[in-house]
């Protein structure tokens, strides 16, 4: 497993955290002690995910020439 | 005599040796922080209502902390890729940003491990609970900047029991017991320093060889090209799985 490999397992991950993040702060918004800065930290947190999506397209398309192994 | 397979993969393995040490050495290691990770979770579910500290650590510095490693692994991927398309001076950029990251990584973290080294519980003969950051201590007085509890259980959720910070002056003749925010506090602070710590000094391994590749190892890319690539690649091979324990180590200790 190359370091391409490894990288998008990171990408993967990464993205997961920041969809989870959002997910967990958008509860907290919504719940009974729900606070502005949840929602601010839930918007950014759906954003910094978008990003990292766009990322991982990228960097695929530039390593296009190397392998997985 | 030439070591074999240091560029060309081993024909029963399908990769070059060094990949597959630091595979292996990867697998161990995953074990290790497995282990960790098993030992905080088991103890968290069973802990107590109201006894596992909550709101303890700054989010916008994990967060920060977070978004620094990840620019870190951007990075070295970056560093491979420049070597791969023979580019030794963007190389060299990459490989310095990575070290530069890295060490932004650690002073924050020296700077969290500093506000909880300085973060005092002072409990009172007469019963009262005093909780604050040091301001001056001496034989005779300690100085919190801090507030008065009702209860040890009133410190595990500070954005529930919200109170104003001033300042406290308590004669060392009252106090019964100074304990401040290290290991020994409780199993949270004791579970915390010794995951980012075992953690921290992953980071401060990684950018020993960061430096090294970036330094006087980097003389092998006049002589072998394709071995130093291979050296920059399962450098950042172990950077990545650093990286990942990180991923799972913010949400853990910082957002649970």
């Known amino acids: ?69 | 005599m030439d070591i074999p397979y240091t560029v060309q993969p081993r024909p029963d393995t399908g990769v070059y040796n060094a990949k597959v040490g630091m595979w292996l050495f990867l697998a161990s290691e995953v074990m290790l922080f497995g282990g960790l990770f098993s030992a905080y979770i088991l103890l968290r579910v069973s802990a107590p209502p109201d006894t596992w500290p909550q709101g303890w650590l700054s989010v916008p510095l994990g967060t920060l902390n977070t978004l620094i490693l990840a620019l870190s692994a951007i990075t070295t991927l970056m560093a491979w890729a420049a070597c791969k398309a023979r580019m030794f001076d963007r190389y060299k950029v990459y490989q310095g940003v990575t070290l530069l990251l890295a060490l932004v990584f650690l002073s924050i973290k020296a700077y969290e491990y500093r506000d909880k080294l300085t973060h005092y519980t002072v409990t009172l003969k007469d019963g009262r609970i005093a909780d604050g950051h040091l301001v001056s201590r001496d034989d005779t007085t300690v100085v919190l900047d801090g507030q008065f509890v009702e209860s040890r259980a009133h410190l595990m959720n500070p954005k529930r029991h919200p109170a104003k910070h001033e300042e406290i002056r308590i004669s060392m003749d009252e106090v019964k017991r100074l304990q401040n925010y290290g290991p020994a506090y409780n199993t949270f602070t004791a579970l915390y320093f010794t995951m980012s710590g075992l953690h921290a000094l992953h980071i401060l391994g990684g950018m020993l060889v960061f430096a090294y590749l970036w330094g006087p190892g980097s003389r092998m890319w006049k002589t072998d090209p394709a071995r130093f690539t291979n050296r920059v690649e399962i450098a950042g091979l172990f950077w990545h799985f650093v990286d990942l324990v990180w991923i799972f180590l913010f949400p853990v200790l910082y957002l649970t």
Do not use: E, Q
Request: aromatic fraction near 16%; include cysteine; hydrophobic fraction near 50%.
């Open chain 1, 1 to 69: 497993m190359s370091l391409k490999a490894v990288h998008l397992v990171f990408v993967t991950a990464l993205s997961a955290l920041c969809f989870g993040t959002a997910v967990w702060k958008f509860r907290d918004y919504f719940g009974p002690h729900g606070v502005p800065g949840d929602l601010g930290f839930a918007v950014v947190s759906v954003l910094c995910g978008g990003l990292v999506l766009i990322y991982g397209r990228y960097f695929l398309k530039k390593l296009k020439s190397i392998g997985y192994l």
